[in-house]
């Protein structure tokens, strides 16, 4: 039986979650170049196969122990703020257009990106915890993807606004700071 208090508690833990996660920058970045709606739709798809397959997962990851997993999301989050901070800049101040606008080069692009960049993120792990947690997988499946969408929706939507005051520059280092902090308070759980 769906319980909507186990959905808005999945999706409030998710969100938050998620929200300074490298999925909003990436959602930003596609925004900035790309359909909005066409890049919604490929990433939308990707989050719903990732929830699917977290609340599949649920019994088995529950069993892990903390620290362990705590440990693997902090080396995680680390890595993600590294390649940020170290990437080549790329034309930093001008976004330039992809010449293939279609649907489906650009729905294809945002689903495999997620498809890759989310495998065994923080949040999928979360929700497969979740699922394993509360028991009731289409709950926590409902809530998960509808937090994940939202926070890809603001980065898609709130690239395109962004972009026109503020640097790419900025928004990448100010993405790694967020990214470095949550691996090393993940890192400090793992040893506490």
């Known amino acids: 039986m769906f319980s909507f208090t186990v959905a808005a508690v999945v999706f409030g833990v998710v969100f938050l979650a998620e929200l300074p996660d490298k999925t909003a920058l990436a959602g930003l970045v596609l925004g900035t170049r ?3 709606s ?3 739709a490929g990433v939308a798809a990707a989050f719903t196969v990732h929830v699917a397959l977290a609340v599949a997962a649920g019994s088995v990851l529950g069993l892990l122990p903390e620290r362990l997993l705590a440990a693997v999301t902090g080396a995680l989050f680390l890595g993600g703020a590294a390649m940020l901070l170290w990437k080549k800049d790329e034309g930093e101040e001008e976004v330039r257009q992809p010449a293939d606008q279609s649907f489906w080069k650009v729905a294809g692009s945002g689903f495999t990106l997620i498809m890759i960049a989310e495998f ?3 949040t999928q792990i979360m929700t497969a915890n979740l699922a394993a947690r509360y ?3 289409v709950s926590v499946g409902v809530g ?3 937090a994940l969408w939202s926070v890809a929706a603001l980065g898609i ?3 395109r606004a962004l972009m026109r005051r503020v640097p790419l520059r900025l928004i990448t280092r ?3 700071a967020v990214m470095a902090a949550l691996g090393l308070w993940s890192l400090f759980e793992a040893v506490s």
């Open 174 to 176: 100010i993405a790694a």
């Open 34 to 36: 790309y359909r909005a």
């Open 120 to 122: 065994g993120d923080l």
């Open 144 to 146: 998960a993807v509808l």
């Open 157 to 159: 939507l709130g690239g």
């Open 135 to 137: 028991e009731d997988p």
């Open 38 to 40: 066409y890049v919604f």
